[in-house]
T-cell receptor, first 114, second 112 residues
Framework: GAVVSQHPSRVICKSGTSVKIECRSLDFQATTMFWYRQFPKKSLMLMATSNEGSKATYEQGVEKDKFLINHASLTLSTLTVTSAHPEDSSFYIC??????????FGPGTRLTVL | QQQVKQSPQSLIVQKGGISIINCAYENTAFDYFPWYQQFPGKGPALLIAIRPDVSEKKEGRFTISFNKSAKQFSLHIMDSQPGDSATYFCAAGLEYGNKLVFGAGTILRVKS
């Protein structure tokens, strides 16, 4: 149980384009989903927290107009990196929580912006 | 007050040995302390978690020891195996699906 998927696993795009990453909880309903960014050999940096049907809460320093988060249902959240630039290249990971059971992470999405 | 300090940064252990990773937190309101294991290019996987009403929790070869008064907790991996080689993150937070504060991570290498 507690499986979270992400799609795509890897994406390469040109500078200036937008990229959408999907996060799905496959076998449970996630009341809360989290989006993280991870640089090589570094810890996870929380970008935002989203609850189904409400606006995401962004961490300090994270541009909400650049990183659009939608939590349309209890099993799906999306992160859209708008007008991506090379400095947005990173490993993006989502996690999902059903409350008491803690956070379960997806496999991550490697974004490379050329 | 939100930090979680993790040590060591890296660790090399012989096969069959005990791997020990330590974490210290500051916020006394935290009541949920999970450990995650991450392999390169993969998302973190929940290994084991503890709540502050117990001092130790064991699952297979993995044990969490928790010292509430010292605000410290540690992960012990018994009989360490090469397949345990990964990055381990401790975290702390409030239960009920709230956000977690992560440690910096420990890169474990188990030599065969």
């Amino acid at each position: 149980g507690a499986v979270v998927s992400q799609h795509p696993s890897r994406v390469i795009c040109k500078s200036g384009t937008s990229v959408k990453i999907e996060c799905r909880s496959l076998d449970f309903q996630a009341t809360t989903m989290f989006w993280y960014r991870q640089f090589p050999k570094k810890s996870l940096m929380l970008m935002a927290t989203s609850n189904e049907g409400s606006k995401a809460t962004y961490e300090q320093g994270v541009e909400k107009d650049k990183f659009l988060i939608n939590h349309a249902s209890l099993t799906l959240s999306t992160l859209t990196v708008t007008s991506a630039h090379p400095e947005d290249s990173s490993f993006y990971i989502c996690s999902a929580s059903a409350g008491l059971a803690g956070q379960y992470f997806g496999p991550g999405t490697r974004l490379t912006v050329l | 007050q939100q930090q979680v300090k993790q040590s060591p940064q890296s660790l090399i252990v012989q096969k069959g040995g005990i791997s020990i990773i330590n974490c210290a937190y500051e916020n006394t309101a935290f009541d949920y302390f999970p450990w995650y294991q991450q392999f390169p290019g993969k998302g973190p996987a929940l290994l084991i978690a503890i709540r502050p009403d117990v001092s130790e929790k064991k699952e297979g070869r993995f044990t969490i020891s928790f010292n509430k008064s010292a605000k410290q907790f540690s992960l012990h991996i018994m009989d360490s195996q090469p397949g345990d080689s990964a990055t381990y993150f401790c975290a702390a937070g409030l239960e009920y699906g709230n956000k977690l504060v992560f440690g910096a991570g420990t890169i474990l290498r188990v030599k065969s």
